[in-house]
Nanobody, 122 residues
Framework: QVQLVESGGGLVQAGGSLRLSCAAS????????MGWFRQAPGKEREFVAT????????YYADSVKGRFTISRDNAKNTVYLQMNSLKPEDTAVYYC???????????????WGQGTQVTVSS
C-alpha cells in the first residue's frame, strides 16, 4: 500500500504561482509512476500531469502545458507540481496519484491522495 498526502494548496491571484507537494509513505515511490489530477466544482475529475518512475518522461494535459511542471525526488519520496501563470479556471481540488505506468496512470491510477484545494482569484 502507498499512502499519499498532498500539501501546498491555497488562495492565489491570477498570474501567480503555487507549488504542490505529494509525500508518499508505506512504500517507496521510486518504482511508481506518479501523477496529478484535479476536480473543479460540478465537474469530473480530470488528468493534469504524469511522470514516469525515473522522472525521464512526462505528459501534460493541453490545458496546463507550458504553465505547469511535474517533478519528483525519489530520495524524498515526494512528487511536485509547480504551477505558474495560474488562471481562475485552474481552481480545483488537486489530487496526487500513483500507478504502474505513467501513461496507464492517466486512466487507471492505483492509489489516490485526499486532495488539496487550489483557488485562483481573478
Amino acid at each position: 500500500q502507498v499512502q499519499l498526502v498532498e500539501s501546498g494548496g491555497g488562495l492565489v491571484q491570477a498570474g501567480g504561482s503555487l507549488r504542490l507537494s505529494c509525500a508518499a509513505s508505506g512504500r517507496t515511490i521510486s518504482r511508481y509512476a506518479m501523477g496529478w489530477f484535479r476536480q473543479a466544482p460540478g465537474k469530473e475529475r480530470e488528468f493534469v500531469a504524469t511522470i514516469s518512475w525515473s522522472g525521464g518522461s512526462t505528459y501534460y494535459a493541453d490545458s496546463v502545458k507550458g504553465r505547469f511542471t511535474i517533478s519528483r525526488d525519489n530520495a524524498k519520496n515526494t512528487v511536485y507540481l509547480q504551477m505558474n501563470s495560474l488562471k481562475p479556471e485552474d481552481t480545483a481540488v488537486y489530487y496526487c496519484a500513483a500507478g504502474s505506468n505513467y501513461i496507464v496512470l492517466i486512466s487507471t491510477p492505483n492509489y489516490w491522495g485526499q486532495g488539496t484545494q487550489v483557488t485562483v482569484s481573478s
